[in-house]
């Protein structure tokens, strides 16, 4: 069965970090490009971050030069290293898999169920 489960999410202090996980079954994880997308309550869907299948990087605004995404495709791993924390960056963190149609939500055709970052101020 295709799968992404998230893991990694916990809570944290404003400036401090977090290395979330998306463990990836199911499918050849090699020739997919991998993302994470987030969700903050009452909030919709923010693209974060992405990484393609030659390992070029790509961040939004605003999480550039504080998260730092990466795979191993070995291990078909995706992670994403979450630096300097700010209270907006609590969220429900999801990983997703992209099946063409780059640069959508409509292109990510599986999603994991998320890894919650909580931010205590």
């Known amino acids: 069965q295709l799968q992404l489960v998230e893991s990694g999410g916990g809570l944290v202090q404003p400036g401090g970090s977090l290395r979330l996980s998306c463990a990836a079954s199911g499918f050849t994880f090699t020739i997919y490009t991998m993302n994470w997308v987030r969700q903050a309550p009452g909030k919709g869907l923010e693209w974060v971050s992405t990484?393609?299948?030659?390992?070029?990087?790509y961040y939004s605004d605003s999480v550039k030069g504080r998260f730092t995404i990466s795979r191993d495709s070995a291990k078909n791993m995706v992670y994403l290293q979450l630096n300097s924390l700010k209270t907006e960056d609590a969220a429900m963190y999801h990983c997703a898999k992209n099946h063409g149609e780059y640069g959508s939500f409509d292109g990510m055709d599986l999603w994991g169920k998320g890894t919650l970052v909580t931010i205590s101020s």
């Open positions: 990484i393609d299948t030659a390992g070029i990087t």
